[in-house]
């Protein structure tokens, strides 16, 4: 979300220093040494910009395992239930108004893409 | 460990040496903060308490509002938690008003945690209040995606910031309870165009309850009093 970006660089850091500790602990559950690769799932609503993430993980992986590894960022798009066609759909406005393709109506009951989850790590 | 395990082999690299294992871990980034979260909302529960957190640009009037309220419902024992990147004053002016408040000042940090939260509780007297209100920082993008373990939450909206405003920030206005226009008595002066509002909000945050009101006269209060109460009497610890 452009809107996002002027305010969004901090809360990016403190996001990809979560990211870097669970992959970190996923590795060290697991005896592994070095993180190549940390997979995780953004929803486009979820207030966080791809972009700025990405860059805020190159600074909050350093020192630390994951301090060569890779960021693969998937974005899942917003899906909006609506409750009189009882039917799931994919909104693709970018501003998040989700109107119902068949009755038009808007709908505010959000199935996802407002989630923000690391996937899989990729340790060795 | 039940919630990894190995997923297959990368196939990013032709030399064995240099392929990792795929590990699945499927875990909330914000995992933490949402255990602290219910932590808290289980803990207000137990103590009987209406806690709503308020969400705003700055300058929305999120410190008039809560004044208002502080002010005009003072049958309702309160308490007030207030984040601020940096200064006090928004803390003192709800203490002028006799309410308890613990101030939050996040160093710079965009949004409150519940773990912030959590420790401001803490400092509080809890015991004998009916409403924990919590000021969130002045941001519309970075505090929606923290659960505080509020019973439900309010983001502001004044006049005078233009009629856009939920399709420019619609992943905070989507995870509104209740949204309040605020400053109402100046909405002729500032040219607010009120259906084209309405109609955003419609559009973008249906599931939201809407209210008007002027927080700094008070019109319109009275509505969104109401659905505290409602809110507070679902919440209400049976006597005895």
Redesign the interface.
Known sequence: MPDGRAVGSMHELSIARSVVDLAVRAATDDASERILRVGVRVGAFAGVDAGALDAAFSVARLGTAAEAAALEISTVPLVCHCHDCDVDFDVDDRHGVARCPRCGVPSGDIRSGMELEVTFVEVM | ?TD?RT?GI?V?SDRDE???????????????NQEIATDNRARFARAGLGVVNVLSSPGSGKTTFLARLLSDRSDLPAAVIVGDLATDNDAERLREGGAEVVQITTG????LEAAMVAGAADRLELDGKRLLLIENVG?L??P??YDLGEGFRVVLVSVTEGEDK??????????ADVVVINKMDIAEAAGFDRPALRANL???????TVFEVSARTGAGMPAFYAHLDEHLAQRAVPLG
């Open positions: 460990m990894r997923i990368s990013l240099e392929r990792g294992r795929l590990l699945e871990v499927e875990k909330g980034v914000l995992a933490r710079g940090v965009c949004h941001n993008v970075c929606a995606a939920p399709l420019k920030y619609p992943g905070m206005f989507k995870t419609a559009a973008v945050c249906p599931q939201a």
